[in-house]
Each structure stands twice: as structure tokens, then as C-alpha cells.
């Protein structure tokens, strides 16, 4: 496998201009959608079939409802290191590339939907048109060409960064640090933890305060780990049913009683 | 927040249709099984009624199934493809072009449809043949019952775990789903023998009360993996999980859930049965407490995907 590519995103340079937004639906040849309000400057609520890159904006309020701090973030699919999509798909459409990153085979996806509902994250959509699942690819065609994803490209600010994981890790622990010396106390990296929850995402981000205030889940954890203790729960309950098919056809019915 | 940021497969009622016949036809062929290996003389009726059941309730999964894709023509994907990739997942095991992904129940589902089906095909066949005034070929009968009776368990039991293998936070910490649809396919599978064994005035009224006693006992499980489902969904204490339960118990859903799975579908036939159905099995009795339990057992799978699905 060759070095695993990862993009970091800096939430503390964000401006918001969603430059990254657009470029990622030019290059993707995204279709147009219909504007939705969503009370912020937000726009859509949340990825779709056509939009892979979403920039977020969020209003943190103190205890009294007063606005303290509005924080923006350009969101992606985070190329899980333990992928709830690509564990659920049952047609093997979902497949890690030699980068580490996630990606839909569009030929061999047949539309099931699984992995819409097993994404920790809410990523991936549902294109009614081709009848296939669709998200974010890190732009395979461009980084398979060794030019970086279009989001990356034209990020202004340098607020997403794109390269090899391990570079861009000691970057990301350098800003924090950086950050927390100018005062952002509650500075912090979402993902890029190899050792944490979903094995670290390839998409990790420099958050400014908890991962709740950005709607992003504490411990995100994989779908599929429940998988052998409810299969146990169901194999007990099998055998319950087993053994009261047994006691039933064997009691006569002159005994009467359940 | 989190909870807001999920997306919903959104499977539709054909999804819920096929998780209720699925599991009907693998409770109905394992009592049959069972019948047929204590005694398949004495249990003769039970024995075919429930291959029939399994059998003609088999048919349509595959259709639903279908019908709900995306890309329709691509169902084959789900056991092969000509050309796959190589990393397709930490639990995949690839032969050529099949593929079968272990913690993935949709993936073992789809193997466990084909078999069960293959199974059930085998042994009503064999009933059917028997009933013409052939002579049952009793060794593939209990092979494949056998075989069958586990591929039926998995059929009931696998779309709970599949459920719960999603990041719905109405599933994602319920770990009992599964074991909650094995016993509503144990009892709904016991309801359509009794149901139509009932209607067609069958004089096995010896084993139709055996039928009813298993039932019952199938109800009593029911209703405690339904309670062990909400307990452990409401201790979990995750993001998302008092709005999710709500909806189901005090919400939109609340009334198909208590009325309907609760009482409708449990707690009506088993007081129809316990209170001297279970004895005399009175035929219309037996026939309206089955037809109760069918209507519960399909409401419960529906009402819980429902109310996870809801966003
Ligand atoms: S964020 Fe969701 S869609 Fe992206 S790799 Fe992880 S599980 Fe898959
Ligand atoms: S919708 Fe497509 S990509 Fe998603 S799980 Fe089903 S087959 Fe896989």
C-alpha cells in the first residue's frame, strides 16, 4: 500500500467563502439544486447526491442564549480508517484504494442503500437518477494524477490541506499547540488519532471547542461492531425457540398448561 | 447534534414485508423441522403445512428485494461480480467472483436467502410428491429440513442484526433486534400453520394445540425481547437516543406500537389462548388469535423500522 493520503482541515483559518464547495461541484460535475433555507448561512442542510462538500456554519450560545461564537467548517467524507459504509456494503461496490481512501465503484453498486444508514457520519447519499450511492471521492481522478483534490486547490486560506497523514499529523499537533498559546483553550483534533475511535480518519480536523458544538458525534463508532453480540443474543434466542418447540410437541395434550 | 447530521436508507413497507415473510417462513419450516423429527407420522399435518408455508412465503423475498434496488438488474451483485476490488471490507472472504462479507447481514443475508431457498424448494417438492401418493424420500427431507432449519433461524433473525448494524441511533445500541425478529418469526410462523390448519378444519386438533402451546410460549419471549430491546436502548444513555425512543413509545409511532405490536399482537392471543383456547383448541379460537399474531408480528418490525428510519 503506498503511503496513506489524508486532507486536514483548520477550522481556526475557515472564512466561510465556500470557495471549496464550488470547486468541488465543478469538478465533480455536480448538478445544481434548489437553495435551502436553513436558518444560517448554510446552504444545503446536508450532503446530497450532488453536493460532496458542505460548509457548515454553526452559532455557539452561552447559558443565557446569547451568541458567543460562530464557527464555520468545510465538511467531507472522512475515508475512515474503519469505514461503516464500506463494512456494510454488501456488494463489495465500497473499496479502499491504495491511498487509504474510500471510494464507490459506481459500476458494481446496486443501489441497496446500506451504506446511507451506516455511515457514522451522515455522508453518503443517494443518487435517485442513477440509482446508485455517491459521496466524496478525495477527487480520485486528480489525486491518481498527483494533483490534489479541487477542494484543497482552492481553499484561499490554506484552511484545507492535503497530503501524505503522516506530514500533515505533525502539522496538525504543531497548530494546536500554536493555538492554544494565543488563547483557543479548547483547541483540539478530531480524527487524526490512529488509535481512536474508527482507527482515525483521513479526513481529520482542527476543531476550536468540542466536536458537539460542530454536530460532529463525540465517539463515532462503527456500525459493524455490533454485529457478534447481537448475533450471540440471536443465537440464545434460537435455542429458547428450539427448546420450547421441543417441550411443546412433545407434551401431551391431556397435560394441558403452557 | 450528531443525531441530526444521519442519513436514512429510507427502506420503504416492501423492505418490512419482506423481514415479515422472511421470518415467517423460517419459523414455520423450523417447527416443521422439529415435528418431523419427533415424529413425522403423528405430526404429519404440521410437518407439511409448515414446508408449504416456508415455501410460498419464500417466493416473494426475492421479488421485494429486487424491486427496492437501485439498479434492479444488479441483485447478483450482492453475492458476485466479475470484476471485484480488492479491499472490500476486514470481514470478506472472496472465491473467484463470489464474495461474502461476514459482518455485513445484508451480504450474509443474500447467501442465506439463496440457501434457504434451495432448502425450502427441496422439501416442499418433497411433500408435494408425498401428497400425490409418493413416497416421501425421508433422508433428503431431514437433511434439508435440517440445513434449512438453521438457514431459517438466520433469515428470521439476520435483517435485526442488520438493523442493528447501522448508525440509527434508534438500533445502533439495541443489540436485541435480532433476537426480538427470530421470535416474532418463531410466532408468526407458528401463527400461519395454526391459522390455516384452523380454516381448513383440520382434525389434528392434538397437534394444533401443541401448535398454539408453542405459540404462546414463542409470545412470552416476544414480549420479553421487546422489553429487553427498549431497556437497553434507553440505559445506553447515546446521542440522539431519548428523541428516537420517544417517537417510537410516546410519539407518531406510539400508537401502532402499543396498540397494535403490544396488545393487538401479543397480549390479546396470549389471553385468548391461556385462558382455555390452549386446552380445547376451538378452532375459530385458534384461528383468531393466529390471524392476531400475524398482524402483531408484522406491525412490531414495522413500527421499529419506522420510527429508527425517522429523522
Ligand atoms: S465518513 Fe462515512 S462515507 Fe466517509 S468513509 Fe467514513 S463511513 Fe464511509
Ligand atoms: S448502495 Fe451501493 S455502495 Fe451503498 S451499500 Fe449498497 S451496494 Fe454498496
Keep these: 500500500m503506498a503511503r496513506t493520503l489524508a486532507m486536514f ?196 480536523f482542527l476543531l476550536l471547542g468540542k466536536p458537539s458544538i460542530y454536530g460532529l458525534p463525540d465517539k463515532p463508532k462503527l456500525p459493524q461492531r455490533n454485529v457478534i453480540a447481537d448475533s450471540l443474543l440471536s443465537i440464545g434466542s434460537a435455542l429458547l425457540v428450539g427448546l420450547g418447540a421441543l417441550v411443546a410437541f412433545r407434551s401431551r395434550d391431556d397435560k394441558g398448561g403452557a | ?92 472472504l472472496t472465491v473467484g467472483p463470489f464474495h461474502l462479507k461476514l459482518l455485513s447481514p445484508m451480504s450474509a443475508g443474500a447467501w442465506a436467502l439463496l440457501g434457504f431457498s434451495v432448502c425450502a424448494f427441496l422439501v416442499a417438492l418433497d411433500v408435494f410428491l408425498e401428497d400425490r401418493g409418493g413416497r416421501s424420500m425421508s433422508v433428503l427431507r431431514l437433511v434439508a429440513g435440517v440445513i434449512g432449519g438453521f438457514f431459517g433461524f438466520f433469515l428470521a433473525a439476520y435483517p435485526g442484526v442488520l438493523l442493528g448494524a447501522t448508525a440509527r441511533p434508534l438500533f445502533i445500541s439495541a443489540h ?16 400461519a400453520i395454526a391459522l390455516i390448519l384452523s380454516l381448513l378444519g383440520s382434525r389434528a386438533r392434538e397437534s394444533l394445540s401443541q401448535l398454539m402451546r408453542f405459540t404462546a410460549f414463542a409470545l412470552i419471549l416476544q414480549l420479553a425481547a421487546l422489553a429487553l430491546f427498549i431497556i437497553t436502548v434507553q440505559m445506553s444513555g447515546s446521542t440522539g437516543i431519548a428523541q428516537a425512543l420517544a417517537k417510537l413509545l410516546a410519539g407518531p409511532y406510539s400508537l401502532a406500537f402499543w396498540l397494535g405490536a403490544v396488545v393487538v399482537g401479543i397480549v390479546v392471543p396470549l389471553a385468548l389462548q391461556l385462558g382455555g383456547g390452549i386446552k380445547k383448541a376451538a378452532p375459530g379460537m385458534t384461528a383468531l388469535a393466529s390471524a392476531l399474531i400475524l398482524i402483531g408480528g408484522f406491525l412490531v418490525k414495522y413500527v421499529i423500522i419506522a420510527a429508527g428510519q425517522a429523522t
Excluded at chain 2, 436485541?176 to 401463527?191: M, N
Design chain 1, 9 to 204: 482541515t483548520d477550522v481556526s483559518l475557515c472564512i466561510g467563502c465556500r470557495a471549496c464547495q464550488v470547486a468541488c461541484k465543478q469538478w465533480n460535475q455536480l448538478a445544481p439544486e434548489e437553495p435551502e433555507w436553513t436558518g444560517s448561512y448554510q446552504n444545503h442542510a446536508h450532503f446530497t447526491d450532488k453536493t460532496y462538500r458542505l460548509v457548515r456554519f454553526f452559532e455557539e450560545t452561552d447559558a443565557t442564549g446569547q451568541m458567543k461564537q460562530w464557527h464555520m467548517m468545510s465538511d467531507v467524507c472522512k475515508h475512515c480508517a474503519q469505514a461503516g459504509c464500506l463494512e456494510a456494503c454488501p456488494t463489495g461496490a465500497i473499496y479502499r484504494t491504495e491511498y487509504g481512501t474510500v471510494n464507490i465503484n459506481q459500476d458494481i453498486c446496486n443501489g441497496c442503500r446500506y451504506c446511507v444508514s451506516a455511515c457514522p457520519f451522515g455522508v453518503v447519499a443517494f443518487n435517485h437518477d442513477t440509482g446508485t450511492a455517491t459521496k466524496c471521492t478525495f477527487c480520485n481522478d486528480r489525486i491518481h494524477n498527483g494533483l490534489g483534490p479541487a477542494c484543497a486547490k482552492a481553499c484561499p486560506t490554506e484552511s484545507i490541506r492535503f497530503g501524505f497523514r503522516d506530514e500533515l499529523a505533525g502539522k496538525a499537533k504543531q497548530r494546536v499547540e500554536e493555538l492554544k498559546k494565543l488563547g483557543y483553550k479548547d483547541a483540539q483534533l478530531y480524527g487524526e488519532d490512529t488509535n481512536g475511535a474508527l482507527g482515525g480518519l483521513n479526513a481529520f
Design chain 2, 1 to 92: 447534534m450528531g443525531p441530526g447530521l444521519l442519513k436514512s436508507a429510507d427502506w420503504p413497507l416492501l423492505i418490512d414485508l419482506y423481514f415479515f415473510l422472511g421470518g415467517l417462513a423460517g419459523g414455520a419450516f423450523v417447527i416443521a423441522t422439529i415435528a418431523n423429527l419427533l415424529d413425522a407420522r403423528r405430526y404429519r399435518d404440521v410437518v407439511r403445512m409448515g414446508y408449504y408455508i416456508a415455501f410460498l412465503a419464500i417466493i416473494p423475498g426475492p421479488i421485494l428485494l429486487i424491486v427496492d434496488l437501485g439498479v434492479p438488474t444488479r441483485f447478483l451483485h450482492m453475492m458476485m461480480v466479475s470484476k471485484p476490488s480488492l479491499e472490500i471490507g476486514m470481514s470478506a
Design chain 2, 176 to 191: 436485541w433486534l435480532g433476537a426480538l425478529f427470530l421470535v416474532v418469526g418463531a410466532s408468526s410462523g407458528g401463527a
